[in-house]
């Protein structure tokens, strides 16, 4: 399929390119014609699958669309050149890429096509996204744009502003963005393209996801990771994806790798990924159409049958079509500007000709370049599409720009279990073991249960389901595979709901498009390595930002991120896998995105995973901990607790009628236990010093609320951390983010945090917290030394703490592990007996709901 | 090559495995035999490179490894099982991954045997890690390890401390880490090995990199896209690299992709990543050494070839060797345990075989196990390896574990050019406009001129050395590329030194590989997808911070991060464009290894960086913009400047002889210039106001001396800041970082930091600053609302404040540009020309040193 050498050899943007009937290029035809459009003349025709005035219309469209982009990135006004181009129709600063927008535009015209002549369920994630001038273009085309934007309706002024908001002030990006109606897909950073298509294409058997992959996208790692989504795509029960690599031949300044090695080594590859690629490479636009059309339709034809067989009962997974569009950068654009050849090479990247304004030259080439698609054949003088070409696209519903997968139509809310089948029982604080990701295993079972038939929940992770303890899953489930499967392999199935591969793009990347599609899903990971998707979950955030300001947006089902296996259990895989930092990473992020839970137990953790279930447009990142681990609230009590986001927990507490001696703050699993260890430590040793123990679930509970919709106001934050009293604050991560969000608070001065300070080394769990100082003896210390009335008592008590810690790190180098009394101890439930549960400060108007309710953009 | 139904099919470690003559396993010989090792038995002789004796002796060598390895794993006392397995002799808690250890070792055994046939100068890079166990024991028969352990020499007593050591507190982890000798690569996190292992072989022609990709990571993004490294390595100039793919099987609960995927698919994707795959394959120990010697003997004899047509002027990119080595997970381990199948299966991931203490019958599966390895005709009555084993290894500097390479024994320091040649003229302050980074370039051409001989310095970028503006390093290299070049291409070659490629992930993995092998280099990016690699760094600041406190290893040259394109001037792109949130990733990071500037302009960046490129142990990070902006500093102040850190600007403020009513600090090259813009305003509307302004280079200056080393000491702080004057400080990146690191300062209470709040949208470089209030308006402002005493002329100010924004406003949405006179506006120079050039505070004891020095652990 081969077009590049195709009878015909023709481009319609270069100097020696002749279209009968047509204008040369360069000599622009300065007269309208407004001819009936099936008598208008198209490319020169050849034989395929589209007849002569199929091959005609869909030339005349994506030459439609290539004007309106080339508009965006340079006019801002005399839109249909009604009247010779002048400097001030030109836009001062000229911003945009061109090389990729033709490409994308010929591909989205041919996928008009199909979509009409199958009456295609098709959504299109577009990976060369800064190609955005062809994207917008092809929406106003359809309607799309004007119906969601009114003001920028399909005609001569909705054309003027189409042309001037693009990369303007006050204007749409440069880039794909959640402005876009169509697109689930920023197109500023590259990689995530795939892993968005295969992620939406899940649980949606009747969806088509076609995905443009740009061959300098093609060159990273997620993308080059993400080919592999094949293998765990079901051909019955999920949608099918069609990629689509447009190799354009260069990035911003080199050669793309894809696009220069020896063509059978490319083809080789992605055989090797498990696709049959058809080449369409050209730049003759008859053959190519022809060649594009015959492609889509084998490729189209091919995943139909693959479904076919699928529900027939075919098992090995099947080898998927795919398209290879080997197309000029800068495809129909100038060829030659200032002597230095451009169609064809990096150099029409962005702007392939600039100083528009200020070179007669330069302007005369653009006008001829805009001329050349011949406006006046296309638009009518109200400025809008002329009829037949406006009968090209799918209508309603069918058109890409329009698809309601791409604006989560499926986001109808979970059905989630009552929370009471999984609650841990505590019979008092501390009176229970537990492993918090075990119970929180048997709630994800439910909830996949429960939505069994709605396909709707899936968990993602790198190959850590069962390592991170939530195994009870696979009692309802399995992990979706379709390769092989051999005796001995565990809970695989093509239609497992449990996503396991070690790629944390993959996982955030399927994730991001499930959930951009309106379903619902979990990332579990390791804590330290979460860092792989930073920058992902970066990108995710600001699409939440902006498509919240957009009315016509559905929310979309928030992204949950829980991270186990976390830096304070990393003993025997040491300093490499010991790193807090993502929650820093997160609490950086806008306030009505960001949320951050650190669940001290079991019936914390439940409650809060099942409120982050229920909530759209954000990123929830829950920190809990797999290790067996001592349990203090029940589950009404850890209700309450998780919807006030922080609270006193009386029971810990021996503060009377007096304001404390000392507040002991905590956040997290293991600070939490430590903290209850040392207030247990000093009561022995100083049974007068009245201490109050804070504990904080919501980590955003502790800035004010002008800085997070969260935070606590002022007088509640000082109820729990006083005016003026020492707080001892043992948290999970940096200590300098707790100063950071309690920095405005009354009693910030008396914060003493204890965090991770990067101490970390191959040891037992509490040498751990010893050596970064969150252990209870330290934590013990510092509240000895932030009371000032004790005097010589609290010599005593340092030396008692001396004493201890010797004791400690002696036992430890010789045996290996920690000393018995410090692993096994527990909470004196006696003296808990004796006190009312946990006092717990006032339900916050936002907090989090204690009993379910409706989906929540909380 | 497939040996797994080789003809004498046996395992080591099953049930139904016999060897001629030695132990069944599971029935262990109790009775030491030492036999002289040349008459001891082997595998079952098979026919192939290897004689009856070398096949023996290589077995022999593996399972010397193997014992070793289980050992580690199991074993605090005991070692050499002279008596019965008790309890107390296994570890109370069992950590390690045996799975992929056989399999490590079994590499490490043949490479061992290609490195003295051929006398290779030969390091490997092993992608499994967790492998430790594996790659300790080699390293410990080499005798490396006695060398730089002395406590952990090859005796009996070496042995004991061997075993104990691993995982265990005060010991070493379960990954390789910089503890390792002969290893540059940290096996926690997966995904950069051959992405390291092409780093290292770049610029040492003579060099061989065995890289062993476990198919765990083979399944990362990064990992997939490290194999196109090929298309960036010279035959002629670079070393080789060889990838061994190690196809166990599994992962921790799943198959892998690259194991379980149909092999003619997998050949097919390595061939199309350029390679040419021998496939080794089985688990009987005999056909596989024969088999793995055989591939190993082409793979080598292939690179030659290469080598030698490469010298001879070939200039295709030749198909490269590559093995791949499929064997059982946990091979030789336990078959079966509790009824359940582990070798072969998930089961062996980690510790095959737990509860070794508590459970006799498991007790007696560990000692038939190590038994089954046959200790005593391995080591002699004192613990070390028998003398025909002992002489198996290279010796010296060709072992693995010692290879110079691996400890970056070519970290000599640069040659680095005179900075006069490339300084700005700035004939006043603000009296010259200049692009900093294609001032950097000038100089990165000379740094690449003068070490050309030397070929150790490389510049790393994501397709962005032009668009960065530093490309004037073309005129002395090109960008390295081994595809075919065409007309038109932008300065390609084979040997060229900049490396360009769209995956951050390979720049900063190639740049991690390059410095630990001792070369320089400098990675310029994107600030906003910077994040992409915040893992990576992460990981190499751990690596550091391991490695600097091991006197054996020698100093890495530092990773130098330029960070261009940044937050400020991402107008067009949008939002999605805009983060400067790397930053405080790295400010998280240990104060020992990170650093933070932010030149405010082009001769200060040049200071910094020939500063950085000085540096060994760093991760330097610098902020620098990339178009024209005001200049502020001539050569030798921007020195002056540089080395204190931060200084107060005496050219700009007008406090005379009091103490200022405000201080305008900043630091960015944007914010020092709206900083700049903002005074004066404030003095043109309010002359009699006194203002400081102070700069701030060096990031980390700002926190304590106590929490970093450049922190300044508080006297010198304060002497900048005041003790009470209000600090209006604008900041490039998001403003809580400044809070942070300030916290403790005297006058911290008095700061209102402005920077980056997540306002980021598409509109005009002014603009941008003017929605995140660090535009001269809003800094200005600021100042007048915290400075007490100026009632009345206040409101006046305020006035002209709220008009000359709603002017900007006005007109960058009607005409899409700033308002000219924001534009262009220039530092009103006649007025600093009545004044001294800028004061600046005494050099620190560390700071950067002013005149070239020697290399630098800074």
Redesign the interface.
């Known amino acids: 399929m081969d077009a590049r050498h195709g009878p015909e050899d023709r481009s319609s943007g270069g100097s020696k390119a002749v279209s009968k009937g047509g204008a040369r290029p360069g000599e622009p035809a300065r007269e309208p014609a407004w001819e009936p459009a099936s008598e208008r003349p198209g490319p020169p025709f050849v034989p395929g699958p589209l007849g002569p005035d199929s091959l005609a219309r869909i030339d005349a469209y994506w030459r439609a669309a290539n004007y309106l982009s080339v508009g965006q990135i340079y006019l801002?006004a005399n839109p249909l050149l009604r009247e010779p181009l002048r400097p001030e129709h030109v836009?001062?600063?000229l911003?945009?890429h061109w090389g990729t927008t033709p490409g994308l535009n010929f591909i989205y015209a041919h996928l008009n096509r199909v979509i009409r002549q199958r009456d295609l369920d098709m959504m299109a994630v577009w990976g060369p996204g800064h190609g955005a001038p062809g994207l917008v273009a092809n929406a106003w085309l359809e309607g799309t744009y004007g119906e969601i934007y009114p003001d920028v309706a399909q005609d001569a002024e909705g054309m003027a502003r189409l042309f001037r908001q693009f990369?303007?002030?006050?204007?749409?990006?440069?880039?794909a963005?959640p402005e876009l109606p169509g697109s689930i897909h920023?197109?500023?950073?590259?990689?995530y393209a795939l892993a968005h298509a295969f992620g939406a294409a899940l649980d949606n058997p009747g969806l088509t996801v076609a995905c443009v992959i740009g061959d300098?996208?093609a060159?990273?790692?997620?993308?080059?990771?993400?080919w592999?989504g094949n293998?765990f795509l079901d051909p019955r029960a999920d949608g099918a994806v069609l990629p689509i690599l447009h190799l354009n031949g260069y990035?911003?300044?080199?050669?793309?790798?894809l696009a220069?090695?020896p063509e059978d080594?490319?083809?080789?590859?992605?055989?090797?990924?498990?696709y049959e690629p058809a080449f369409v490479a050209g730049d003759a636009p008859g053959p190519m159409h022809q060649a594009m059309a015959a492609a889509l339709d084998a490729a189209l034809d091919g995943l139909a049958e693959i479904r076919a067989a699928a529900t027939h009962g075919r098992r090995e997974r099947p080898r998927r079509p795919m398209i290879v569009l080997r197309s000029s950068k800068g495809w129909t654009g100038p060829k030659v500007v200032d002597g230095k050849?451009v169609e064809?090479?990096?150099r029409a990247h962005q702007v392939p000709v600039a100083a528009v304004r200020e070179n007669p030259e330069h302007r005369r080439i653009l006008e001829d370049w805009m001329r050349a698609y011949r406006p006046e054949e296309l638009f009518g003088p109200d400025g809008a599409l002329v009829p037949d070409l406006a009968a090209l696209p799918p209508q309603g519903a069918r058109r890409l720009s329009a698809n309601p997968h791409a604006n989560a139509h499926r986001s109808h809310p979970l059905r989630l279990p009552d929370l009471r089948s999984f609650a841990v029982a505590v019979p008092e604080p501390g009176g229970a073991r537990a492993e918090a990701t075990r119970a929180l295993g048997a709630y994800l079972r439910d909830v996949l249960a429960l939505n069994r038939k709605a396909r709707n929940f899936r968990i993602m992770g790198p190959?850590?389901?069962?390592?991170n303890r939530l195994d009870a899953v696979f009692e309802v489930t399995d992990?979706a595979?379709q390769?092989?499967i051999?005796p001995?392999?565990?809970h695989?199935a093509p239609d497992g709901r449990v996503m396991?591969?070690?790629?944390e793009?993959?996982c955030e990347g399927w994730l991001e498009g499930y959930v951009l599609t309106g379903r619902h899903g979990l990332f579990a990971t390791y804590e330290?390595?979460v860092?792989?998707v930073?920058?992902m979950v970066?990108?995710h955030a600001?699409w939440l930002?902006?498509s919240r300001e957009l009315p016509w947006r559905r929310p979309v089902p928030s992204l949950n991120i829980l991270l186990s296996s976390h830096v304070w259990r990393q003993?025997?895989?040491?300093?490499?896998?010991q790193?807090p930092?993502f929650i820093?990473?997160v609490a950086?992020?806008?306030g009505d995105t960001a949320r951050i839970y650190l669940p001290p137990d079991a019936n914390c953790l439940l409650c809060v995973t099942d409120h982050c279930l229920r909530t759209y447009d954000r990123i929830n990142v829950v920190v809990a901990g797999k290790q067996p681990a001592p349990q203090w609230l029940g589950l009404d009590e850890a209700a309450r607790h998780c919807a006030a986001g922080a609270g006193i927990w009386d029971f810990a507490s021996n503060e009377g009628e007096e304001e404390p001696d000392v507040v002991m703050a905590c956040a997290g699993d293991v600070p939490t236990q430590e903290t209850l260890a040392a207030v247990d430590w000093l009561r022995r040793h100083l049974p007068d010093l009245r201490v109050r123990v804070v504990n904080v679930v919501d980590l955003m509970t502790l800035p004010s609320r002008a800085m997070h919709p969260h935070g606590l106001d002022d007088p509640t934050f000082d109820s729990l951390f006083t005016r003026d009293r020492p707080v001892v604050f043992a948290y999970h991560g940096?200590p300098?983010l707790i100063?950071?969000l309690t920095?405005k608070r009354t009693n910030h001065e008396n914060f003493h945090v204890h965090g991770f300070i990067?101490e970390?080394t191959?040891?037992?769990p509490f040498?751990m917290c010893v050596l970064n100082r969150i252990d209870r003896f330290h934590l013990a210390l510092a509240a000895l030394q932030a009371v000032p009335r004790l005097g010589a008592r609290r010599d005593h008590a340092e030396q008692a703490f001396r004493e201890a810690l010797a004791a400690h790190g002696e036992h430890?180098?010789r045996?290996?592990?920690d000393l018995p009394e410090v692993r096994d101890w527990t909470w004196p439930g006696a003296e808990s007996l004796r006190r009312p549960p946990a006092r717990l400060t006032p339900r916050r108007r936002d907090g989090i709901p204690p009993a379910p309710g409706a989906g929540s953009r909380r």
């Open positions: 801002m836009k001062p600063r911003l945009g990369s303007f002030p006050g204007g749409i990006p440069s880039h963005s920023e197109g500023g950073e590259l990689g300098g996208e060159e990273t790692g997620p993308l080059a990771a993400s592999h293998k990035k911003i300044a080199n050669p793309t790798i220069r090695m080594e490319l083809r080789s590859l992605l055989v090797g990924y498990g050849p064809g090479t990096w190959d850590e389901t069962a390592s992990r595979w390769e092989a051999l001995g392999d565990d695989l396991e591969v070690l790629s793009h993959l330290a390595f860092h792989v930073d920058s970066n990108q600001k930002k902006a003993d025997h895989n040491g300093f490499s896998h790193d930092g820093d990473f950086n992020k806008r940096y300098w100063h950071r920095y990067e970390g191959t040891t037992t040498d430890v180098r045996t290996g592990d």
